[in-house]
């Protein structure tokens, strides 16, 4: 399976919306359920500076989304944050791996972030475990970070420095 990455353009917001309806996309990240394509389209046609969005797309089709925010702070414009969901199919088959790598390059070679951060739920493993297995570390534990499914779910605080 050969994944593409690019950036994400104006037709491809039903198909990132429709990632973010499924179960694992909208419980695993900040996202609620029943997104409406508006708020998709407000999202991604109006980019702040220093906000990217990229796709992971196999044979035509988005497989996948990350966003990736420079802190806009003069003093922490070294640090972005991302955030990121992989269709429900497509899970655990590289698409995580090519977004956050393209993330990673596009940050390091392009963007001069020395520090991605991310927060990540606790009980997210595969996450994780993608996670660390491109370099980055847990740092801390948020507590009670957010409502999710009727409760109060802790998020780990994740970071990648290049030194």
Not at 134 to 156: M, P, Q
Request: hydrophobic share 40%.
């Amino acid at each position: 399976m050969e994944i593409t990455i690019r950036h994400s353009e104006a037709n491809d917001i039903n198909a990132i919306k429709k990632i973010y309806e499924q179960l694992s996309c909208f419980t695993g990240t900040l996202q609620l359920p029943f997104p409406s394509e508006q708020l998709w389209e407000k999202r991604l046609t109006q980019l702040d500076n220093g906000v990217y969005s990229l796709v992971a797309e196999v044979e035509g089709k988005i497989i996948g989304q990350l966003g990736l925010t420079v802190n806009p702070s003069p003093r922490r414009k070294h640090v972005a944050s991302i955030g990121m969901a992989v269709s429900e199919e497509f899970q655990n088959k590289g698409a995580g791996s090519a977004l956050l790598n393209a993330a990673i390059e596009l940050s390091t070679k392009w963007l001069a972030i020395k520090c991605i951060e991310l927060e990540v739920y606790t009980d997210n493993e595969p996450a994780i475990k993608l996670y660390k297995k491109l370099g980055f570390n847990i740092e801390g534990t948020a507590k009670a970070f957010a409502y999710k499914n009727g409760e109060y779910a802790d998020v780990f605080l994740m970071a990648r420095v290049s030194l």
